[in-house]
C-alpha cells in the first residue's frame, strides 16, 4: 500500500511552464502520470521506473519530462510550452501490475491535482 498526494498545479497562460509533484508515502518503483481533462477520458501522460526508464504519450513528447528523486520519493512532471489542451486534472499512479500506459496497470492513485491553461 501506498499513498500519493500530487501538488504544483494551478493557472498558466499558453506556452508557459509548470512543475508537478507526486509525494509517495514510501519509495515506489514505477510511477506515472495520467490526467483527465472535462468529458474526456482519463490519459496516459509520462511514466518513470526504478531504472529510470521513460514513457511519454505522443502528445507530451518534448515539451514534458519526468523525473524521480529516490532519497525524497518524489516524482515531478516538469511541463513546458503548454497548451489549453493539456487543460486538465493530473494524477499519479504507482503499484503498476500491467502496462506502463494504461489506467488498468496501477493499484494506487493520487487526488489529483488541477492545471488549467489559457490562451
Known amino acids: 500500500q501506498v499513498q500519493l498526494v500530487e501538488s504544483g498545479g494551478g493557472l498558466v497562460q499558453a506556452g508557459g511552464s509548470l512543475r508537478l509533484s507526486c509525494a509517495a508515502s514510501r519509495r515506489t518503483s514505477t510511477t506515472a502520470w495520467f490526467r483527465q481533462g472535462a468529458g474526456i477520458e482519463r490519459e496516459f501522460v509520462a511514466a518513470?521506473?526504478?531504472?529510470?526508464?521513460?514513457w511519454y504519450a505522443d502528445s507530451v513528447k518534448d515539451r514534458f519530462t519526468i523525473s524521480r528523486d529516490n532519497v525524497k520519493a518524489m516524482v515531478y512532471l516538469q511541463m513546458n510550452s503548454l497548451k489549453p489542451e493539456d487543460t486538465a486534472v493530473y494524477y499519479c499512479?504507482?503499484?503498476?501490475?500491467?502496462?506502463?500506459?494504461?489506467?488498468?496497470?496501477?493499484?494506487?492513485w493520487g487526488q489529483g491535482t488541477q492545471v488549467t491553461v489559457s490562451s
Open positions: 518513470i521506473n526504478q531504472d529510470n526508464n521513460l
Open positions: 499512479a504507482t503499484g503498476r501490475t500491467g502496462s506502463y500506459t494504461s489506467i488498468f496497470g496501477y493499484d494506487y
